[in-house]
């Protein structure tokens, strides 16, 4: 069964690929975590260059056995502030993020280092999440987000997390070159539960799904505290000036 996750992130690839007119797609995806998505993305989308970016050791190592025996697939340790001396500015035509932004204590230089890789009229979509903040599972989640929000440098990097307003999103894709050209809501409360109960019917998470995708316009008119609420994970699409 793929996760709303994994759904998510081939709907992504499959919107940009329909723009580059079948040409192959060169994707950065930076902190990929496990990278688990991988081998089904790759089989789904042969001609796909994959590189991921991760920062935690577990997660990296991960990573590497996910993506073992897929050569059009590479992942690389360390933050996303750092050059990635194997690959010119401007090599890639999306580059993308999932549950990172939140997680992030320097958002303009992160966007910046996004952009710097970033083909002109490439695309950008970073997709956050805002369920720590707002729905915190234990005290210490509690704590960082609060320290994250009004005393960062307290927390270290593989430490930090914050409410992140995606009013300030689109400011900084702004200011780096990147026009926002629309947001997605996703990821409703106890998902993660939704799909082990649905386990043995993936049918209905791929409906899931498709009935989030159909519903954007009318989720994007709901006031923004609500919205946050019902759909605490944010994805913010732009794209680079040619």
Known sequence: MKSL????????????????????????????????????????????????????TASFEKALEYTAGHPQATVHFGLAYDALEEYEPASFDLVLSLSVLEHVKQLPKFIAFCESYLVPGGAMVHRYDLGHALYSHSWKEWLHVRLGNNLPWLLPETQFVRYVPESEVRAVYE??????????????????????????????IDELFAWEVAHQTAFAQLPTAVREKLFPAIAVWGRKGE
């Open 5 to 56: 996750k994994q759904q998510f992130i081939e709907y992504v690839v499959e919107a940009v690929s329909a723009a580059a007119d079948g040409r192959p797609l060169r994707v950065l995806d930076v902190g990929c975590g496990t990278a688990s998505y991988v081998p089904d993305l790759v089989k789904r989308f042969p001609n796909l260059t994959y590189v991921g970016i991760e920062p935690i």
């Open 175 to 204: 200011q780096h070159h990147i026009t926002p050209t629309h947001s997605t809501y996703h990821q409703m409360p106890n998902h993660k539960q939704l799909e082990k109960y649905l386990a043995s019917d993936p049918a209905a």
